[in-house]
């Protein structure tokens, strides 16, 4: 029997970055995938779990914990290898300041403004919108290759939580962009390799580890 049980929704960011940290340390779970086409996070069950009726929701025993980013860090407390916050006292304050900069930054745009519009078949209606997004998009997308152009990883030379928050972020991007309707609107994302070849070359590197593929949303594959 395992200590934790995990509640999520394939292809929600959230959800994966925990889905990774639990897997890049090998820690065992129980997997809860919802159905966001049935609501089953707005049920009596789930919202007494997390009222806000958000992915992902982690039980451990009796503690319940949602917010993606907290429940990495309670991971990495409990179960300290490999290290994603870091070893030392700088390693953390530096890798928190990349993840503060990632979700205050360089996130909004990508996910809100350009992906869930995307995704949600609002290409159309809302085309301009959309194009102002990954405007601000692209200058947030530079400033993460103009990182990558100097470390291997987002916070240095070691696979940290910072890339662990940021790359559910770009795969939807990268997924988004490629659908027939984004293309229409010439958002200058894609060919992806070549208008951020460190960004992709980070991508390659993170996809290539070993348990990438049991994080990944499986209604990609299926």
Do not use: C
Request: without cysteine; aromatic residues 10%.
């Amino acid at each position: 029997m395992t200590a934790y049980e995990l509640y999520w929704i394939s292809g929600s960011p959230n959800s994966w970055r925990v889905m990774l940290t639990l897997e890049i340390k090998g820690i065992p779970y129980g997997s809860h995938r919802i159905d966001p086409a049935k609501r089953g996070h707005k049920t009596p069950e789930f919202l007494a779990m997390n009222p806000r009726g958000k992915v992902p929701v982690l039980k451990d025993g009796d503690l319940i914990l949602y917010e993606s980013i907290a429940i990495m860090a309670y991971l990495e407390r409990e179960h300290s290898n490999p290290p994603l916050f870091g070893a030392t006292a700088a390693e953390t304050g530096h890798i928190w300041q990349r993840i503060f900069e990632v979700m205050n930054y360089a996130r909004e745009a990508i996910n809100n403004g350009v992906v869930r519009p995307l995704i949600r078949g609002q290409a159309a209606d809302s085309a301009e919108a959309i194009k102002a997004a990954a405007s601000q998009a692209h200058k947030d997308l530079a400033w993460v290759e103009q990182v990558l152009s100097r470390t291997p990883y987002l916070a240095g030379d070691s696979l940290s939580a910072a890339d662990v928050a940021y790359i559910p972020i770009v795969q939807n991007l990268v997924r988004a962009a490629g659908r027939p309707d984004a293309a229409l609107l010439d958002l200058g994302f894609l060919p992806f390799d070549r208008r951020y070849p460190g960004i992709a070359t980070w991508l390659q590197r993170l996809e290539a580890h070993p348990v990438y593929d049991k994080a990944a949303p499986p209604h990609w594959r299926e």
